[in-house]
């Protein structure tokens, strides 16, 4: 311990971590020249957050991204969604 922290509440406090908070993505849905619909389930674990879509024309080209969307804390999962836009084939 660092000296001068023996009485802070911050070290005599205890915390329990339960897992991290996750995402599950599927494939894009609706894609047509120009757009695509991106859906997920994301389970923030009590952890407010946000999310947002990274995409590109291949996996190492992840080159756009969506706007960030605000999550609230909740233990239970959230059905997100983005419409990706202005795509090219």
Do not use: C, K, Q, W
Not at 47 to 73: C, D, H, I, K, Q
């Amino acid at each position: 311990m660092a000296p001068g922290y023996g009485h802070s509440a911050i070290v005599a406090a205890s915390y329990t971590l339960v897992g991290s908070p996750s995402a599950l993505s599927p494939p894009a849905a609706g894609i047509a020249t120009p757009d695509a619909t991106r859906n997920a389930v994301v389970n923030t674990l009590v952890l407010a957050g946000s999310y947002l879509f990274e995409y590109g024309t291949s996996s190492t080209a992840l080159t756009s991204r969506t706007a960030a969307t605000a999550l609230s804390a909740s233990m239970s999962p959230s059905a997100v969604s983005a419409r990706l836009t202005a795509l090219t084939s």
